[in-house]
């Protein structure tokens, strides 16, 4: 089975930074798209970044210039560095990843979320 879990979430003031981490495990053949996703109170899940397995990435607007997306492919783990950080990015941040298992062809698969607050 595959997972992918997250971690680094947090309380943090506005202006400051995190960095989440996503690791991917299990019986996984190739990783192709990773990204992270957010979910706010009231609100649709909303693409934050990804990133190809060519390394090539791109941004929601609102995180334009604060955030950086980045992976390391040798060991399935997709970072987040957060900086400049505001509370409207105040979310629960999902890791996702386009892959295929050592018997299934591409799939989508999701964590579980980690918590980011921003306060004033």
């Known amino acids: 089975q595959v997972q992918l879990v997250e971690s680094g979430g947090g309380l943090v003031q506005a202006g400051g930074s995190l960095r989440l981490s996503c690791v991917a495990s299990g019986s996984i053949f190739s990783i192709n798209d990773m990204g992270w996703y957010r979910q706010a109170p009231g609100k649709q899940r909303e693409l934050v970044a990804r990133?190809?397995?060519?390394?090539?990435?791109n941004y929601a607007d609102s995180v334009k210039g604060r955030f950086t997306i980045s992976r390391d492919n040798a060991k399935n783990v997709v970072y987040l560095q957060m900086s400049s950080l505001k509370p409207e990015d105040t979310a629960v941040y999902y890791c996702?990843?386009?892959?295929?298992?050592?018997?299934?062809?591409?799939?989508?698969?999701w964590g579980q979320g980690t918590q980011v607050t921003v306060s004033s």
């Open positions: 990133v190809t397995a060519a390394r090539r990435t």
């Open positions: 996702y990843a386009h892959l295929s298992t050592i018997r299934a062809v591409g799939g989508d698969y």
